[in-house]
């Protein structure tokens, strides 16, 4: 996500700082974004934007310090409390008085780390959704001790950056879109896990009757099944959710054996060409 969200940045003209704590990661994400560059140029911010003067305003660099010279921090560590909270602690102290803290966590609210920036009132959620440029809706949620000017200025950025703003009056799990999409995916793996029926015809099913282009499990390879396992066994852990235990486990299969969705080529489906997109999907009789 957090290559996409400079990219984005970066098509609107903004200078990033693209910080990694792994510089393998980094050269993946230059790539990454060049591919980007030329896969999306059909759209107008990318046909507008000059690819090279774009991918020079994309600083990459494992150096925290240099990386806090910044006016805004979107973080986008993975789904760990503990790993965010480290990190806005460890950006606290780095960033200049002026710099405004947001965090893209998935399934996680800000209060969660707000005190560990030790600015708290200028630390807020702007959530993002991908494909960042073609779902351009972004969350926008204080914690109970946003700054109100602060609020406005994140959603001013977002408006900036070519998203549409939602904002939310106060904390919430999910927040808006995700709220829902939880509650599908949820109950999605449960009828897998759970040896009710396959990955194909969970996504058969919501793609045949709602008339979408894919499914839950279409979704979920997408978002990266890491990422969906972090939150899933996150969730277990916090509620004692015996069911959505069992649901980590069954992901946890998908990891073990090196399928991470879409980004390793292969998760609940093979890419570049995954099932759910070939002509005859939706009336396939048994391919599972
Ligand atoms: N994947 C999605 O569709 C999606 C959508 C919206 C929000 N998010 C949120 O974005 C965040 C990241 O998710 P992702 O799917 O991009 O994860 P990812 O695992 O693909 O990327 C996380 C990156 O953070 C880096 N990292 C690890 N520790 C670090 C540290 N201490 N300092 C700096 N960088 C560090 C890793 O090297 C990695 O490149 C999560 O909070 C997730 O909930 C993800």
Redesign the pocket.
């Known amino acids: ?3 996409q969200i400079a990219l984005q940045c970066a098509l609107y003209g903004l200078t990033v700082l693209l ?4 510089l393998k ?1 980094l050269g993946g ?1 230059r790539k990454q974004i060049e591919n980007y560059l030329e896969q999306f140029n059909h759209l107008e911010q990318f046909a507008k934007a000059d690819p090279s003067a774009t991918l020079e305003r994309i600083q990459l660099t494992i150096d ?1 310090k240099e990386a806090a010279q910044c006016d805004l921090i979107s ?5 760990d409390p503990v ?2 909270r ?2 806005f602690k ?1 950006f606290g102290r780095l960033c200049p008085q002026h710099t405004v803290f947001t ?6 609210v800000p209060s969660m780390f707000a005190d560990s920036s030790g600015r708290a009132d200028r630390l807020a959620a702007l ?4 494909p960042i440029w073609i779902s351009n809706v972004v969350d926008v949620m204080p914690h109970a001790g946003t700054s109100p000017q602060v609020l406005d200025a994140v959603e001013g950025f977002a408006r900036r950056i070519g998203q549409i703003p939602i904002r939310l009056q106060k904390e919430s799990y999910g927040y808006v879109f ?1 709220a829902m999409l939880n509650a599908l995916n949820r109950e999605a793996i449960t009828l897998v896990a759970n040896g009710i029926t396959s990955v194909e015809n969970v996504d058969r099913a919501w793609m045949g009757i709602m008339k979408m282009p894919i499914g839950p499990f279409g979704i979920l390879d ?3 099944l ?2 969906v396992w ?2 899933t066994s996150y969730w277990a852990g916090q509620l004692g959710d015996v069911q959505l235990e069992k649901n980590a486990q069954f992901l946890k299969t998908y990891l073990d054996a090196g399928k991470l969705g879409l ?1 390793s080529g292969e998760g609940f489906y093979r890419y570049p060409d995954p099932a759910y997109q070939q002509p005859n999907f939706l009336t396939q009789p048994e391919d599972d």
């Open positions: 996500m957090g290559r910080y990694d704590v792994d990661v994400a925290p973080e986008s560590v993975p789904e790993l965010k480290n990190v460890q965090t893209n966590s998935s399934s996680l959530h993002f959704h991908q995700n997408g978002v990266g890491e990422t972090h939150i980004k």
